[in-house]
């Protein structure tokens, strides 16, 4: 697992590289069939993101590769779900909060998950098993060991206060979310609102900078993975709503669920 975790760290940090090249010379921005934007900085570092993991033999789910039918997915014990530009509202708005995904899934759940955050150089991880996370601040976007031996341990202390800090999409709000804040305030809660784009916001409930992720707009599998694992390993949750279940990976429909992360 140690293996497979420096290997997916060293392509995030491979990929942010390409994608901050691109950050700073320009882009274009094309729309998907969903209306979703995609830039070159999406697909160079799917390239870069591909070609590392595909030594592993492990099969790979990427927003940007040709999704694989489900007949055949259904069999994979194990495979990679990655996410190479997350956040490519924030990416294309430049506001730098976007990141490279990258996890491991096994028998639907994510045990292992990489955050590259390419304009801080700051890289997240997690072996979920072993029930710690830790955060890494390079100084420059090259993998070496050092990523490891300077890394500090996030540890995650539960809030117990009637003052709750909750998270939301920088770029996705929606009713439902603005309805659970408001039952939260009928309850006597005092909120304070958070707003982060892409899977930085898991990383901010696992630091303890907010309490709550409820995310009531679409998801996909790819979007959650690697937060999820880095939540799990501190010892947080990523529950289903109105369902006494976590996320799971690799559905028939790679679409997830309205979920709560705490």
């Not at 999704?67 to 924030?90: H, N, S, Y």
């Not at 700051?122 to 976007?141: F, G, M, Q």
């Not at 929606?174 to 609102?193: C, R």
């Amino acid at each position: 697992m140690n293996t497979l975790l420096t290997l997916a760290v060293k392509a995030a940090i491979t990929a942010g590289a390409e994608i901050m090249k691109i950050y700073a010379d320009g882009f274009e921005v094309a729309l998907k069939p969903d209306d979703s934007p995609l830039t070159t900085a999406d697909t160079k570092a799917n390239a870069v993101i591909n070609a590392h993991l595909e030594t592993t033999g492990i099969p790979i789910i990427s927003e940007e590769n040709k999704q694989v039918p489900f007949a055949i997915r259904k069999k994979w014990d194990t495979c990679w779900m990655v996410d190479p530009l997350d956040g490519t509202k924030e990416f294309v708005k430049r506001n730098g909060e976007f990141t490279v995904n990258i996890a491991l899934i096994e028998n639907g759940k994510p045990v292992l998950g990489v955050i590259y955050v390419p304009v801080s150089k700051t890289v997240y991880y997690a072996v979920v098993s072993d029930h710690r996370a830790y955060k890494s601040e390079l100084v420059s976007h090259e993998f070496t060991e050092a990523v490891f031996q300077k890394s500090t341990e996030i540890v995650y202390h539960k809030n117990t206060s009637n003052h709750i800090k909750i998270v939301g999409s920088r770029s996705h709000k929606s009713k439902e979310t603005d309805a659970f804040i408001e039952d939260l305030e009928a309850q006597g809660k005092t909120i304070s609102l958070v707003s982060k784009g892409s899977s930085l916001k898991f990383c901010t409930v696992a630091e303890g900078d907010a309490d709550i992720y409820p995310r009531m707009a679409p998801t996909m599998e790819w979007d959650t993975a690697a937060g999820h694992a880095i939540c799990n390993a501190v010892g947080l949750k990523v529950m289903q709503i109105n369902k006494r279940e976590e996320l799971s990976y690799n559905k028939e429909n790679l679409l997830n669920p309205y979920f709560i992360v705490q």
